[in-house]
């Protein structure tokens, strides 16, 4: 199986560089992208298994681009990394996509955990085919009880 790609969109660099750092030792690329356009597909599109998207003042181009991938049936799991102040959008991005929501205040080595998982059930999805959906429902549920 290839490596894992995620890609991270933020406007400060420090989600970057900390999962690179956390997920150094695994079989998982992590970099940037400088536009959420490069998500999307097309000629330049890095085709991610996951994306990580800091929502701090990207918050309009973050739902848009859920609300896109919600329209074309993709299935690109995405974590928002959300702030105190964003943290009420929480199920409205969930409601578009959002695979996960954490706040800023998470450590390095939570996000990077939560890569882990949902890179993993994207793996089984891909494995198992068709019929997949109770499995990443069950997952996602999972994920989230552990981080409660």
């Known amino acids: 199986m290839s490596a894992a790609t995620v890609c991270v969109f933020e406007q400060s660099p420090w989600w970057l560089p900390e999962l690179q750092r956390q997920l150094l030792s695994e079989d998982v690329h992590v970099r940037g992208v400088v536009s959420l356009a490069d998500l999307e597909g097309g000629p330049k599109s890095v085709n991610p298994t996951l994306a ?82 109770h499995f990443v429902k069950e997952t996602d549920e999972a994920v989230s009880h552990q981080l409660q």
């Open 52 to 133: 990580v998207i800091a929502l701090a003042g990207v918050e309009v181009r973050c739902l848009q681009f859920l609300g896109k991938l919600s329209l074309a049936g993709e299935s690109l799991p995405v974590i928002v990394i959300g702030t105190t102040a964003t943290a009420e959008w929480e199920w409205t991005l969930r409601e578009l996509g959002a695979a996960q929501f954490v706040r800023d205040t998470a450590g390095g080595e939570e996000v990077a955990e939560l890569c882990r998982r949902l890179i993993q059930n994207s793996q089984h999805t891909i494995q198992r085919g068709s019929g997949t959906d």
